[in-house]
């Protein structure tokens, strides 16, 4: 029969022998949080899965035809001089697509189901090293493995289909190597800079300076639009870190945001300088820079962020992160009846009150220091244990955290301009791009949920709040829930446009390989569209039809035209 025993300070009485976290007085709560976790990572990693065996649906369409056969008959360095030369100056690009498409279809239909293990697990390590900065006593292993696996899952299914643009952003390999992979890429460099600090030792974090610049340069040459996002995230970042202002303790992180964005700049000046950028820039003459046109920029930026707002799914984003606030505060350790732990709470770091039955003030006759300097003195030593818990002081704290959302909103601003530059007026339409910013975006949205789940979490933790315990675990499930459910409509769809066309491309094109097996030097091809994407014969007169042209050459014909 259990007894209950007094705290030293008398505060709280608790069951003798239980521990103090929140377990001890959540009952059930630990458990069942990793029950709601473990459906939502259930369900979104069945979209996931989904998705990767997708891949092997994938038919050639829009570029993948040009792709194909300059792999075919120029080889990897012959298609990375093509590129260069004559079509856009992108190298890196060139360079993977002439590695991807060497094989024919093969590497394209394994390139999703390589994306969704890579991004899921870059994001599951991020946020292991991340609870393991904000919370020093947790070691490797001992993180919420459950909430975080939701966590990973539900943001990488979000990234692929809460888009417009699902078929591009997965299944369709140009769009994935120029906009997807360099998320990935950036997410990958910014774990290894982060294990390189963990390790401490010199030549790691050399070493990862130096992949810094080097994949800056190779990233510069990749894709335009996550430059400018990744460039805007590093000088920033590099900024906030520097040892003055109290955060980091050496200039590591600034050094290696710097290098990152010299790499950036020099890939990003050999891209714009190549004739392959001249000429694609002389096909569409800039217009001169006018309040005209800036105020249409801002127009299609705002309609872009309606869409995004109009897709409700991207909430689940903020839902399972305040799961994983909960799971954080369920086990963190409590000090006082309240639940108030400070494992997570960087603005809550405040004096310890004294004990019940204590007077406060000084005793009589003790000589006071002047209000002022006391002051000055408490904020000095927050900010002096807040360093020592790898916080940042509690005024760049505040900056800290509002900082994330107008970067991505001037960031998402910079993308719109180079869209509207590159593609006319319905540049902003192309949601391929928008990956750049919405990864950042669903982190951030992610980060917030968890704070905010975790300081919900501090204040529920106490034996008379079980209602609200409930309600806050059912709504937040809820939404994290619904956010993977809503995306089972546009799974549904992808899969069976997909498929069909699949079978469709393959009929069709054993009949065509049959007819020019036979001599024939033209061939009849029935246009087959998915993902909003030029077919070949898309186009009014046959000269100005590059698909078509490309399409012929990959069948080894002369020409092809509607049956």
């Known amino acids: 029969m259990s007894r209950t025993t007094i705290s030293e300070r008398g505060e709280v009485r608790r069951p003798e022998g239980g521990d103090e976290t929140g377990t001890a007085y959540g009952g059930r709560l630990p458990r069942v949080l990793r029950g709601v976790a473990l459906v939502v990572a259930v369900c979104a990693g069945a979209l996931l899965s989904v998705g990767a065996f997708l891949g092997l649906y994938v038919r050639p369409t829009s570029d993948d035809w040009c792709a194909l056969w300059k792999a075919r008959d120029m080889g990897v360095l012959g298609i990375t001089a093509d590129f260069y030369l004559t079509q856009n100056g992108r190298v890196t690009n ?5 590695l991807l ?46 909430p975080l696996v939701a966590a990973a899952a ?29 998320s990935v890429i950036g997410l990958w460099t910014v774990l290894g800079c982060v294990r390189a600090a963990r390790c401490g030792v010199r030549w790691a974090k050399t070493a990862a300076v130096t992949s810094a610049l080097l994949v800056g340069a190779a990233v510069g040459m990749l894709s335009e639009p996550f430059t400018l996002v990744a460039g805007l995230f590093a000088v920033t970042v590099g900024v906030v870190c520097l040892p003055r202002f109290g955060w980091a303790r050496d200039r590591y992180v600034s050094t290696w945001c710097a ?12 891209l714009s300088t190549s004739p ?19 105020g249409e920029t801002f127009h299609d930026w705002w309609r872009l962020w309606q869409t995004i707002g109009g897709q409700w799914a991207y909430l689940g984003a903020v839902a399972v992160g305040a799961l994983l606030g909960l799971a954080l505060a369920a086990a963190g350790p409590r000090q006082d009846g309240g639940g108030a732990g400070r494992d997570m709470s960087p603005g809550g770091d405040r004096g310890t009150s004294p004990p019940a039955g204590r007077d406060p003030s000084p005793p009589a006759g003790h000589d006071l220091t002047p209000l002022a300097d006391r002051d000055i003195h408490r904020s000095d030593t927050r900010d002096a244990r807040r360093s020592a818990r790898g916080l940042p002081p509690r005024a760049l704290f505040r900056v800290v955290v509002l900082l994330p959302l107008p970067l991505i909103a001037l960031a998402s601003l910079a993308v719109v301009f180079g869209l509207r530059s590159g593609y006319g007026v319905v540049g902003w339409t192309y949601g391929r791009t928008w990956t750049s910013f919405l990864l950042p975006l669903l982190l951030v949205l992610c980060a917030y949920g968890a704070w905010g789940g975790h300081l919900v979490g501090r204040r529920l933790l106490v034996p008379w709040r079980p209602a ?10 809820a939404v994290a829930l619904g956010s993977a459910v809503a995306l089972v409509q546009p799974v549904y769809e992808l899969s069976t446009s997909t498929v069909v066309r699949a079978v469709a491309w393959d009929r069709q094109t054993a009949r065509i390989r049959d007819e020019a097996a036979a001599g024939a030097r033209e061939v009849t091809y029935r246009p087959l569209l998915i993902g909003g994407l030029s077919e070949p014969l898309f186009a009014s007169t046959y ?7 490309c399409a012929a050459r990959y069948y080894r014909v002369d020409r092809i035209h509607r049956p």
């Open 259 to 270: 290098a990152a964005c010299l790499g950036l700049l020099c890939g990003l000046a050999l």
């Open 468 to 477: 609200a315990r409930a309600a806050a675990l059912v709504g937040i499930g």
């Open 101 to 146: 498409y060497s094989d024919d279809m093969r590497g394209p239909k394994l390139l999703p189901a390589f994306l969704v293990v890579v991004l899921g697990a870059g994001l599951f390590l991020l946020a292991g090293a991340a609870l393991r900065a904000l919370r020093p006593v947790t070691r490797a292993g001992e993180e919420p493995v459950v």
């Open 154 to 182: 539900l943001l990488s299914a979000l990234l692929f289909f809460a888009g417009t643009r699902s078929y591009q952003v997965l299944l369709w390999a140009p769009a994935t190597i120029s906009h997807t992979l360099p």
């Open 94 to 98: 060139a360079f993977l697509t002439g």
């Open 543 to 549: 000269q100005r039809d590059w698909a078509a042209q």
């Open 276 to 294: 392959g950028a001249r000429w694609r820039r002389a096909q569409r003459p800039q217009e001169p820079l006018s309040a005209e046109r800036i």
